[in-house]
């Protein structure tokens, strides 16, 4: 056997050697193996320190009524009827609806008002109406503004489904009452007075028809 054979047998032969003890020492992977699990205080404190707590007071309720109170859970039952209904929305609609209806009876227009009045209220505002007009009295009247306003009470029926808010109103505003002279017998055209009512408005909730009906007007 010549030289170079020699030494290609013993070099093949190191190799072989070699090999096995670096299998011996290492050992053989198969497959996807997982990195060992290791118990770290850092990887415990890398989590939130703090959980979500869902549920608790419904804001838009416990702005305007004490929670837990019977007007509380009166405006809860509102609104799992009609999700969609929220108080303080209703309480804006309520501010703009009390300025229009107020100067539609101060003026005497009750076209536009009348769908937002129960029978018996639309009823009440004509004959004071028709009392002007047969006394040849007419009102000028300027609102101002609405100074408070705040919702005192809410009741619900869970069997009609009628929901009741009563809303207390301090508003300012100037009214004149004029004669068949146009002459001013009553009031001020400057003089701001000071206006204070107890309205309640009523609807059934869950209903088609989104307008609440003014039901009551306590001053």
């Given at each position: 056997m010549n030289s170079p054979m020699i030494q290609l047998l013993v070099l093949a032969g190191i190799a072989v050697f070699l090999i096995l003890r670096l299998r011996n020492v290492l050992g053989t992977r198969e497959g996807f193996e997982k990195p060992p699990v290791v118990d770290s205080p850092t990887a415990a404190r890398s989590k939130p320190a703090f959980e979500v707590i869902e549920g608790g007071p419904d804001l838009d309720i416990t702005d305007h009524v004490p929670d837990g109170s019977d007007a509380a859970k009166a405006l809860a039952s509102m609104k799992r009827i009609e999700p969609s209904f929220g108080v303080s929305d209703f309480l804006g609609g309520a501010r703009g609806a009390y300025e229009m209806i107020v100067m539609?009876?101060?003026?005497?227009?009750?076209?536009?008002?009348?769908?937002?009045?129960?029978?018996?209220?639309?009823?009440?505002?004509?004959?004071?109406?028709?009392?002007?007009?047969?006394?040849?009295?007419?009102?000028?009247?300027?609102?101002?503004?609405?100074?408070?306003?705040?919702?005192?009470n809410a009741t619900f029926d869970n069997d009609t489904k009628e929901a009741e808010l009563t809303i207390r109103f301090v508003a300012e505003l100037t009214s004149a009452v004029r004669d068949n002279a146009?002459?001013?017998?009553?009031?001020?055209?400057?003089?701001?007075?000071?206006?204070?009512?107890?309205?309640?408005?009523?609807?059934?909730?869950?209903?088609?028809?989104?307008?609440?009906?003014?039901?009551s007007t306590d001053g």
């Open positions: 539609g009876f101060e003026r005497g227009d009750l076209a536009d008002i009348q769908p937002f009045l129960s029978e018996e209220i639309y009823e009440s505002f004509v004959d004071g109406v028709a009392a002007r007009e047969d006394q040849g009295l007419t009102i000028e009247a300027n609102f101002i503004g609405v100074r408070e306003m705040e919702l005192i146009g002459d001013i017998v009553e009031g001020s055209l400057t003089d701001v007075k000071k206006q204070k009512d107890e309205w309640v408005f009523a609807r059934i909730m869950g209903s088609d028809d989104p307008n609440w009906l003014l039901v």
